[in-house]
């Protein structure tokens, strides 16, 4: 009997004890969980605070891309594009300006070229993103894959549609007529923006932005000419009309309300380094805590659920176009491509998402953001209704004219392929991210808007051996892949020039040295 009764409470206490670890196990989960959802927030508000640093870091500056007296140049325009959207880091902004313009009396047709490059800039962020994962060189192939994935997809547009706008003036006609059945009233339908209701509380609370005028500044209004700065000033008591000393934000303190200012520039750089920081370790954050979330059989799980078609015969091919609905759900619902695609990142090189399914998630996240531009259209009742609508209608109708070029046909889903080779390519040399960054974003576009300052000539003189070179040695890479045989013996590899003309080992050889002398001297 004692040794049953001994039997019986061993038996309790174990029991108890597994009850006890079941419970620690169920705690530590929801601390993780809470944490990631912390780490979330907070990486979404870096986001927000990497936009702002970038416009208090643009400025004045983009008044200037604007007076440019070749806009009527398409290449020009795409350019603009592109290096407007990265320095506001927000393509809504960057097509409020445009609007602004096209109202002020700048043709339709100028502004088509901008509104793509706009498309191109973004994309940025997704990139920046992927380098959080640098360490890992199989995560960061996956990562890098899934970012320029979205870039590879605007460039083919863009180079497409610039050529088919030129010629015909494809968007501007199809636009300009849906306008014209519409007629020119707004309607009272509201922007829903349910992820700014969320981060808005925090990050008002460290900087707020005066939009307007950057818009002023870019479209070089004269009543704008005596502002000093982009930061919010004059705010007013929230129950009386009565002005504030100072506005309630962090950054006041050393803006120009301020007892010590220190301009706009230095309280850019301050929020730039404040904001990757945040991003970084936001991101570093996430991935670990859904590594350890996750466990291999629940990423599995995952993963397969996720990349798997619907599983019939005759609708396996549906499976793309429900994915991106998704994406523009997701999108629309978040009211940022930006930071949806910048949240497909880590997830792509933790490896729950493939490329395979990356790519029409970001495509639907495309169509998402333009679902957000026509309800602000359609909201705006005002004298620049006709031009928001035909803007937003192009942004519209540009995506839904690429997603019908590069997606249904497998064969032309060129972005993957290329995306997947720039992968690959940064895993094995990983400072080429960087140098893509730079050139693609900003080294590129910059190039092309001084050519454009030098004249028509300078652009072409340098432009025409470029796009040759380009289409000559794509021409030939094909050739190479699939029909060899038909090419003399000499060319059907590129064993033919030197080293340093098709391969980046040369290259790493050099920042390896360079890093190998570093050490030394340490």
């Not at 899934?146 to 870039?151: P, Y």
Request: charged residues 15%.
């Amino acid at each position: 009997a004692l040794y049953s009764d001994a039997q019986s409470i061993m038996l309790m206490e174990g029991d108890k004890n597994k009850r006890n670890k079941k419970l620690l196990e169920v705690l530590k989960n929801l601390c993780k969980l809470t944490s990631l959802l912390v780490c979330l927030y907070f990486f979404i508000c870096s986001l927000s605070f990497l936009s702002n640093a970038f416009r208090l870091l643009g400025g004045r500056e983009l008044g200037a891309l604007f007076e440019n007296e070749y806009l009527q140049n398409p290449i020009v325009g795409v350019m603009i594009g592109i290096l407007v959207t990265v320095l506001v880091q927000s393509s809504s902004t960057s097509t409020s300006i445009i609007v602004g313009l096209v109202a002020a009396g700048a043709p339709v047709k100028t502004a088509i070229p901008m509104i793509m490059g706009s498309n191109i800039g973004t994309s940025v962020t997704n990139t920046i993103v992927s380098f959080t994962q640098m360490n890992d060189r199989e995560e960061f192939r996956r990562a890098f894959a899934c970012a320029t994935v979205h870039d590879m997809f605007n460039w083919l547009t863009v180079i497409t549609l610039v050529c088919v706008e030129y010629a015909s003036g494809f968007l501007e006609t199809i636009t300009g007529a849906i306008v014209d059945k519409i007629g020119t009233n707004g309607s009272t339908t509201s922007n829903p923006d349910f992820l700014k209701a969320l981060t808005n509380p925090f990050c008002k609370k460290i900087i707020q932005l005066n939009s307007s005028v950057l818009e002023g500044w870019a479209q070089n209004n004269p009543a704008y000419d005596n502002v000093t700065t982009v930061m919010k000033t004059g705010c007013k008591a929230k129950d009386a009309d009565t002005l504030l000393h100072m506005c309630p934000y962090l950054f006041a303190y050393v803006g120009p309300e301020g007892s010590r200012s220190i301009g706009d520039v230095w309280c850019g750089i301050i929020l730039l380094l404040v904001s990757l920081l945040m991003l970084c370790s936001c991101l570093i954050g996430l991935v670990k805590l859904l590594n350890s979330l996750l466990g291999e059989k629940v990423k599995e799980a995952i993963k397969n659920g996720i990349n798997k078609d619907i599983p019939s015969k005759y609708f396996s091919w549906l499976t793309g176009y429900l994915v991106m609905l998704v994406g523009a759900v997701l999108t629309f619902l978040v009211q940022s491509s930006s930071v949806f695609t910048s949240t497909l990142t880590p997830l792509a090189g933790a490896g729950l998402v493939s490329l395979e399914r990356a790519y029409p998630l970001s495509l639907g996240s495309n169509l998402g953001t333009t679902t957000t531009s026509m309800l602000a259209a359609f909201a705006d009742s005002g004298d620049y209704f006709r031009e928001t609508l035909q803007i937003a209608l192009v942004h519209l109708f540009f995506n839904i004219t690429g997603i019908l070029l590069f997606y249904p046909i497998p064969f032309m889903r060129w972005p993957i392929v290329m995306a997947r080779f720039l992968g690959k390519t940064t895993s094995k040399y990983r400072w080429f991210s960087i140098v893509y960054l730079l050139v693609m974003f900003f080294i590129f576009p910059a190039i092309v808007f001084a050519l454009s300052i030098a004249g028509s000539i300078a652009m072409y003189v340098v432009f025409i051996p470029f796009a040759f070179i380009i289409l000559l040695v794509t021409f030939l890479s094909l050739i190479q892949n699939y029909k060899p045989g038909i090419l003399p013996t000499k060319l059907q590899d590129w064993k033919f020039l030197p080293k340093p003309f098709r391969s980046l080992e040369p290259i790493d050889g050099v920042i390896k040295r360079l890093k190998c002398g570093k050490k030394k001297d340490d």
